[in-house]
């Protein structure tokens, strides 16, 4: 059994330490800073806990949608970032070509593209997704 944290309780620790003992120690003109890295860890450790879900399930989905009009994958099926950037060239190629231009494939595009935005956002931005928030 080990006894060392994962590098998400890792990251969450750092985090906890820089916003509640770090931060109000600093001076004004290093808030902002200080406010930043938080920030990052934030994101970074978001990305640790559902980046690889949301590659995953994004690159099933191209799958699903190169399957639908006939194309093949640019890359093996093994679920990582290089296959999803494969994948994502050659979804990227047959929009250019047109073949999600029919009224019965471009939904399930649109519906992809909406998908893959609101999973990588929940990553990077998730504030943006709430909509409790009055427009500003």
Known sequence: MKDISNAADLIATARDALLNDLLPRLQKEQ????LMIANA??????????GAEAM????????????????????PDDDDKDELRGLRRGLCKAIRAGQFDDDSRSPAL???LVRTAADWLAVSNPKAL????APG
Do not use: K
């Open 130 to 133: 709430r909509t409790d928030q």
């Open 31 to 34: 808030r902002y800073t200080g």
């Open 56 to 75: 995953r399930d994004e690159a099933r989905r191209i799958r699903t949608l190169l399957a639908s009009t006939g194309s093949g994958a640019e890359a």
């Open 110 to 112: 649109v519906a992809n």
């Open 41 to 50: 860890m934030a994101i970074a450790l978001r990305e640790q806990r559902s």
